[in-house]
């Protein structure tokens, strides 16, 4: 057994999985209050990686950045967070809540719809080019933590720290504050909720606040790590963030957050040993193929996922 | 409920990534060759303009515009440009590919740009008698005469892995490769032939697979080993090229990135040291060219390019000088007069020596050229 590898793949594994957990949470929070999946969420994480990219150059780039690392990360993130945010709140304006009493294919289709705008306004604005954070520029390689042969790069290590914060955050404001009382109890029943004095709209518009800023630092966090971005990214990040809230169990927030560990590890585990596990017959390719296995599995088995309670119905 | 919506989620999601597949499937009637007024031509071109693939779209699409540009400047002629977005999707490239069929103004297409949009589209060119010059699409078998109105300004993979092969045994002298493919028409080919080619050389090969959509490799990275001295990347984006030789470095790996003709990118692909194979020279490092590259230059303002655009400038260029021909004797011309003009092709070329195809479409004498990448600096060394 070589234990480096499985160390490496580990650490290659939650770093995927804290990205795909921030995505999922966004996923998870509009769902459990809409009853929506918004399939642009993907999108949005892409264009937080674009006003992460863009603070990154105003600030004078990854080469000469004209303020300290740090406070430029952070800049980084809340900008993106920020936009992210407003971008949400738009789309849930004008896209979403006109069909709010439509029959619930409506706001899907939309939703697919405000996908596609958002990634080709994307590639008006900016172009086809991929763009680098250069983060190998801002961050030495070197820097980092070794064991042994293995060297975990501080970049990873604050990627997978920022995403672990804003997810206990999230737990502290759900279970702790008036407005994740609110947002619970809206989840739980829209009218009942509503009838008790709370007002709704401003709940689910500030649901789409947090959970579209988490999308926006996810994109800022993937730019830093893997360093390209460009307009068509969040398909695939929103599709894998999309299987880990099934997996964990959609509208549930520890769910989202187990479930993105759960796929990131997955992918990345299969990745390292999907050759040896099936004495070459499979290849590294198949490591999509794996992950949404483990999609088809659940549905099957367990379609509330791991954390998701089961539809009760009253006859 | 719950599982009602998310299959329909899936459904959805389902029929957004493969719908245009399905319509792809019902082929329709070859249309017939028809005579068409040479006063309003036009120039189909297909290209990745959307999706992960459009910097290659749009810069092939910028040249083409550019040799428009120039050619009906210098000729007095009016042709335009039709666009076909075919992403990076075989299905999508049948649609465009028969939408092009069907506009009576398309004389010539320029594309597809990979070899997956070639296999698909270029049978319902065959039929309908239209010319497809590509300046990019590689595939060996693209003209084993399967499609006989295809044509390419580049030369093909046959020339490219045995190039890859000698340079990394010989001038590398790599005793361990890993050698990549991104799972497409274009890659898996040309990385299962330099894997025979190295093998026979006495080189270890280990073979891996990527999504060609994927941005992470670190998994694959952890795969490597630390005696691996190259990975052969066989990709068409050159951001993948660049990521994967970022996060060797990340892991502490020594090897370094050779990447095929799709990572040709001075912008995007800029490893601290690394090699690049491709299928034209950079216009820049080409006396004769200069002048193309400053009116270039000021045509897109400064846009940046690689070695994708340059060979779409020539097919272009090369459909539109079949077409005044076919058009020369009484102002009418059928495309498959224009086939026939394009075959006979002999005009200088901006890329070095000049443009004659061979029976079966392939350029004449054109061969692979590669550089070495040192802080991003590109130096041609083979």
Same mark, same amino acid.
């Given at each position: 057994?070589?234990?480096?590898?499985?160390?490496?793949?580990?650490?290659?594994?939650?770093?995927?999985?804290?990205?795909?957990?921030?995505? %999922?949470?966004?996923?998870?929070?509009?769902?459990? &209050?809409?009853?929506?999946?918004?399939?642009?969420?993907?999108?949005?994480?892409?264009?937080?990686?674009?006003?992460?990219?863009?603070?990154?150059?105003?600030?004078?780039?990854?080469?000469?950045?004209?303020?300290?690392?740090?406070?430029? &990360?952070?800049?980084?993130?809340?900008?993106?967070?920020?936009?992210? /945010?407003?971008?949400?709140?738009?789309?849930?304006?004008?896209?979403?809540?006109?069909?709010?009493?439509?029959?619930?294919?409506?706001? #899907?289709?939309?939703?697919l719809g405000v996908s596609f705008f958002i990634q080709n306004s994307v590639l008006l604005l900016f172009g086809a080019d991929f763009r680098s954070y250069d983060t190998f520029d801002l961050v030495d390689v070197e820097v980092g933590i070794e064991f042994g042969p293995l060297r975990v790069w501080v970049v990873r290590l604050v990627v997978i720290g920022a995403a672990l914060a804003m997810m206990v955050a999230l737990w502290l404001l759900v279970t702790r504050t008036k407005l994740g009382k609110a947002m619970? %109890?809206?989840?739980?029943?829209?009218?009942?909720?509503?009838?008790?004095? &709370?007002?709704?709209?401003?709940?689910?518009?500030?649901?789409?606040?947090?959970?579209?800023?988490?999308?926006?630092?996810?994109?800022?966090?993937?730019?830093?790590?893997?360093?390209?971005?460009?307009?068509?990214?969040?398909?695939?990040?929103?599709?894998?963030?999309?299987?880990?809230?099934?997996?964990?169990?959609?509208?549930?927030?520890?769910?989202?957050?187990?479930?993105?560990?759960?796929?990131?590890?997955?992918?990345?585990?299969?990745?390292?040993?999907?050759?040896?596990?099936?004495?070459?017959?499979?290849?590294?390719?198949?490591?999509?193929?794996?992950?949404?296995?483990?999609?088809?599995?659940?549905?099957? #088995?367990?379609?509330? /996922?791991?954390?998701?309670?089961?539809?009760?119905?009253?006859? | 409920?719950?599982?009602?919506?998310?299959?329909?989620?899936?459904?959805?999601?389902?029929?957004?990534?493969?719908?245009?597949?399905?319509?792809?499937?019902?082929?329709?009637?070859?249309?017939?060759?028809?005579?068409?007024?040479?006063?309003?031509?036009?120039?189909?071109?297909?290209?990745?303009?959307?999706?992960?693939?459009?910097?290659?779209?749009?810069?092939?699409?910028?040249?083409?515009?550019?040799?428009?540009?120039?050619?009906?400047?210098?000729?007095?002629?009016?042709?335009?440009?039709?666009?076909?977005?075919?992403?990076?999707?075989?299905?999508?490239a049948r649609t465009v590919g028969r939408r092009f069929v069907a506009n009576d103004d398309v004389m010539a297409v320029i594309g597809g740009s990979t070899s997956q949009s070639v296999i698909s589209s270029a049978g319902l060119f065959e039929r309908a008698g239209l010319a497809s010059i590509s300046g990019s699409a590689t595939r060996i078998d693209l003209t084993n005469g399967q499609f006989s109105t295809f044509f390419r300004v580049i030369p093909h993979d046959a020339i490219q892995s045995p190039n890859i092969v000698n340079y990394v045994a010989r001038n590398l002298r790599a005793r361990q490769v890993v050698v990549l493919d991104s799972q497409d028409d274009y890659s898996v080919p040309l990385s299962q032939a330099v894997a025979r080619g190295l093998r026979a050389r006495n080189v270890e090969v280990d073979r891996e697979s990527v999504a060609a959509d994927e941005t992470d490799f670190s998994s694959i990275v952890a795969n490597v080993g630390d005696d691996v001295d190259v990975v052969v990347f066989a990709t068409q984006t050159?951001?993948?090229?660049?990521?994967?030789?970022?996060?060797?470095?990340e892991q502490g790996k020594d090897a370094v990135v050779f990447g095929?003709?799709? %990572?040709?990118?001075?912008?995007?692909?800029?490893?601290?040291?690394?090699?690049?194979?491709?299928?034209?020279?950079?216009?820049?490092?080409?006396?004769?060219?200069?002048?193309?590259?400053r009116a270039y230059n000021r045509f897109s303002r400064n846009k940046a390019f690689g070695t994708f655009g340059p060979p779409s400038y020539m097919a272009a260029w090369v459909a539109m000088g079949a077409i005044q021909r076919a058009c020369a004797n009484d102002g009418e011309a059928t495309r498959s007069e224009v086939?026939?003009?394009?075959?006979?092709?002999?005009?200088?070329?901006?890329?070095?020596?000049?443009?004659?195809?061979?029976?079966?479409?392939?350029?004449? /004498? %054109?061969?692979?050229?590669?550089?070495r990448i040192n802080n991003g600096n590109y130096r041609l060394v083979g």
């Open positions: 057994m070589d234990w480096d590898k499985l160390v490496q793949l580990l650490v290659n594994g939650v770093t995927l999985g804290s990205v795909y957990a921030l995505v %999922a949470l966004g996923f998870s929070m509009v769902y459990g &209050i809409l009853k929506l999946l918004n399939l642009a969420h993907g999108d949005i994480l892409m264009v937080g990686a674009f006003i992460g990219w863009g603070v990154l150059g105003w600030l004078g780039g990854a080469q000469d950045p004209s303020v300290a690392v740090w406070i430029l &990360i952070v800049l980084m993130v809340l900008a993106a967070m920020a936009g992210c /945010g407003v971008l949400g709140v738009a789309i849930e304006r004008f896209a979403y809540r006109p069909l709010r009493r439509a029959p619930r294919i409506a706001p #899907l289709i939309s939703a619970r %109890a809206t989840a739980i029943d829209r009218e009942a909720a509503a009838m008790m004095g &709370i007002d709704v709209d401003k709940v689910i518009v500030k649901t789409f606040f947090i959970g579209s800023a988490l999308a926006g630092a996810a994109g800022v966090l993937v730019g830093l790590v893997f360093g390209q971005i460009n307009h068509f990214m969040g398909f695939g990040y929103g599709l894998k963030g999309f299987t880990a809230a099934v997996v964990g169990g959609i509208g549930s927030i520890p769910g989202a957050m187990f479930g993105g560990l759960f796929i990131g590890l997955a992918e990345a585990l299969s990745v390292g040993y999907i050759e040896d596990f099936t004495r070459g017959r499979l290849g590294s390719a198949f490591s999509d193929l794996v992950v949404f296995l483990i999609l088809v599995l659940f549905m099957l #088995l367990r379609p509330q /996922g791991i954390f998701g309670k089961p539809d009760v119905k009253k006859v | 409920m719950r599982r009602g919506l998310i299959a329909t989620a899936i459904a959805v999601l389902a029929f957004a990534v493969a719908g245009t597949a399905a319509l792809a499937k019902t082929s329709g009637p070859a249309a017939p060759a028809q005579l068409a007024a040479c006063t309003n031509v036009s120039l189909g071109v297909m290209a990745p303009l959307t999706g992960p693939a459009a910097f290659l779209g749009q810069e092939q699409l910028s040249w083409t515009r550019f040799a428009v540009t120039q050619y009906n400047r210098r000729s007095g002629t009016r042709f335009k440009v039709a666009l076909g977005d075919s992403q990076l999707s075989a299905s999508l050159a951001s993948a090229a660049q990521t994967l030789s970022n996060q060797l470095r095929t003709d799709g %990572a040709y990118s001075p912008t995007q692909y800029k490893p601290r040291l690394g090699y690049v194979s491709s299928f034209a020279n950079d216009l820049r490092f080409l006396r004769s060219a200069r002048a193309t590259v086939t026939r003009q394009v075959r006979r092709t002999n005009t200088p070329s901006i890329l070095g020596g000049r443009v004659r195809f061979t029976r079966r479409g392939d350029v004449r /004498g %054109a061969k692979f050229y590669i550089f």
